[in-house]
């Protein structure tokens, strides 16, 4: 084959058996179009020496390429981390209830910004809402799109141009460009560092609130790092006590906040969002897709007559949260309010699923496959919550000559398998395998450790 007028026409290849199965999976233009594709590249190749492919393996490019350029980039994973809000895997599954709700809103038409009582024009405001303030009795509350614009809202509207005071020691970087500081700045807002990287004293705010002329005091939880040894901060309760003589408001950024105490699961204690609440923080804000359990948000509580401001500031428009994540927070939401959170929100499902349960589905998976030795480890919270702690968890290990290629292979399931090397062993952790993802974990991890 190496004259270029053995190339078949596109016409020709419009007729084969196998472009017809591809039209009808791909459409005719875009069948067209691979063909073309592939056609021209081997006029090109064979301009340089290439030989002509036989029609077989013609047909082999033209699917390969119908198939990379229709794979979705975004598609489901099984996550064998044991890394529960693994950022770059979407950080937190929904439940089932926060499924349906984005089902139901997203197929039809919706009382997104509608009164059916009275028949007319409501507010977007009042979904998600009510219940965040039915839940933690704050005065007032605003849904936006993530906690990161929450911040920017906040600092938008309360401290352009004016300086606000933040102790050096809370100057993080989050992760994924997130830092403080730039956002600060970004905002619009005069950043004023007080304390020193490990410690600051409630005089530093003292003598900040009479020595300059502050607007705002922000504190930010590190989220994800530890400062350990030497170190001190005042309690945001007398924090609180000190910026309200001066009748200065302070806004807490939680990161993740949780509504949960956490350390009843043997962690450490993650900030809770009442208890910023109960300190009298005038705006607490907070991810939707951390510890909540819900989908991509930013959630401001506090005092109504500052969440009112928040709500008239032009930006607000530009970050409000679509209908999809406020019928998947309201559904979430719902969850705290029936105190069901524990069972029917997966990431509180895999945060309290016992160490021994663990173990029961680690050893049953080792059974099945019969293979793999059963071990302890660790899985973590991850999502800039709780850093550095830990929970106890069962793993399956699994030996391999090649592991790097296993972990690849792995990851070329469908939905891929994401898993971890430690020791060159890999290692899955049940805790953040879903349950309806496990047969197919175990089919597939069968069907490629056979040969
Ligand atoms: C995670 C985090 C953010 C950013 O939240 P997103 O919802 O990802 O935008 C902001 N501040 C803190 C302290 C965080 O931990």
New binding site residues.
């Given amino acids: 084959m190496n004259d270029l007028r053995l190339l078949p026409s596109v016409d020709q290849l419009l007729q084969t058996p196998s472009i017809l199965d591809y039209i009808s999976v791909y459409g005719r233009p875009l069948t067209v179009k691979a063909i073309r594709s592939v056609l021209d590249e081997v006029r090109n190749t064979y301009v340089n020496g290439e030989p002509i492919l036989p029609q077989d393996e013609l047909l082999d490019e033209i699917q390969d390429k119908l198939i990379s350029w229709t794979e979705p980039t975004l598609q489901q994973v099984i996550n064998a981390t044991g890394v529960i809000l693994h ?1 770059n895997l979407g950080r937190a599954p929904l439940s089932q209830a926060a499924l349906i709700a984005i089902q139901e809103t997203a197929s039809s038409y919706s009382t997104l910004e509608y009164e059916l009582e009275k028949g007319r024009r409501g507010s977007r405001a009042i979904h998600a809402e009510d219940l965040l303030k039915r839940i933690t009795g704050a005065e007032g509350a605003i849904v936006v799109n ?6 920017l809202l906040i600092l938008s509207t309360l401290a352009r141009r004016r300086k606000v005071c933040i102790a050096r020691s809370q100057l ?1 970087e ?3 460009g ?1 830092r ?1 500081p730039d956002v600060m700045k970004q905002s619009g807002a005069k950043l004023f560092e007080i304390g020193t990287t490990n410690r600051v004293h409630l005089y530093d705010y003292e003598r900040a609130i009479q020595e300059e002329s502050i607007r705002l005091i922000m504190r ?5 790092f530890q400062i350990l040894g030497f170190t001190s901060e005042p309690s945001i309760r007398d924090i609180v006590k000190v910026a309200h003589q001066a009748e200065i408001p302070v806004m807490d ?4 906040g949780s509504l949960i105490e956490t350390n009843q699961f043997g962690l450490g204690h993650e900030p809770m969002i009442q208890e910023s609440l109960a300190a009298g923080v005038d705006l607490v ?1 907070f ?4 510890l909540l359990g819900g989908p ?3 959630i401001i509580l506090g005092k109504g007559d500052l969440i009112s401001k928040l709500k008239k500031h032009p930006l607000a428009r530009a970050i409000r949260p679509d209908k999809l994540c406020l019928g998947a927070l309201s559904a979430t939401l719902l969850h705290y309010l029936k105190e069901e959170a524990l069972s029917k929100i997966p990431v509180w499902r895999m945060i309290s699923e016992p160490a021994e349960q663990i173990k029961a589905r680690a050893t049953q998976w080792a059974a099945h496959l019969d293979r793999g030795t059963v071990l302890q480890g660790e899985s973590t919270i991850g ?3 709780l850093p550095g702690e830990t929970l106890p968890t069962w793993l399956l290990a699994i030996n391999a000559r090649h592991p790097n290629r296993l972990l690849s292979k792995l990851r070329q399931s469908s939905p891929p398998i994401i898993a971890r090397l430690d020791d060159d062993k890999i290692m899955f952790d049940p805790r953040t395998v879903l349950a309806e993802q496990e047969q197919h974990l175990l089919t597939y991890l069968n069907n490629i450790l056979i040969p």
């Fill in positions: 950022t993530n906690n990161a614009s929450a911040v993080v989050i992760g994924g997130f403080i930010a939880h590190r989220s994800n950024d939680l990161g993740s804000c991810s939707g897709d951390k991509q948000a930013g999502g800039g919550s």
